[in-house]
């Protein structure tokens, strides 16, 4: 199971990469291999501003379609447009280029309430 160190993480399975202002927001390793083969993501978000905890768009297996959760408060300013012809990239690099939107944070403050590394791995029971 791969949980890199440099990145936050939710109870809902996002991971969070913050670079100044602009987090960077996918799902984990963990969560693509519960999913299973990732066939669709859905995000209608873009331009939009919404709050920590909101829906911003929903990935869809094979067996299932599930929310995907806003880490933090923000305006929604890209969304990683390969994944509309390549969703399964989502599956074979869930913290690189299968990464889902980027957001423009609007309270900084939040990054503190996100789960460390450690956090996580005791949530999944790494």
């Not at 109870?11 to 996918?26: L, Q």
């Not at 990464?99 to 029971?125: F, H, N, P, R």
Request: proline content about 3%; hydrophobic content about 40%.
């Amino acid at each position: 199971m791969n949980i890199p160190a440099d990145l936050k993480y939710t109870k809902d399975h996002e991971w969070i990469k913050v670079d100044g202002d602009i987090a960077i927001i996918g799902i984990t390793d963990f969560a693509q291999s519960e999913l299973g083969d990732i066939v669709y993501v859905e995000v209608e978000t873009v331009g939009e501003e919404l709050e920590q905890d909101e829906v911003f768009g929903t990935v869809e297996a094979v067996k299932t379609v599930s929310d995907l959760f806003l880490p933090l408060t923000g305006e929604i300013i890209e969304f990683n447009e390969a994944l509309e012809s390549d969703p399964e990239v989502v599956n074979s690099d869930p913290y690189g280029e299968g990464w889902m939107v980027k957001v423009k944070i609007s309270d900084a403050s939040q990054v503190d309430e996100l789960m460390s590394t450690d956090e996580y791995k005791e949530l999944i029971g790494a």
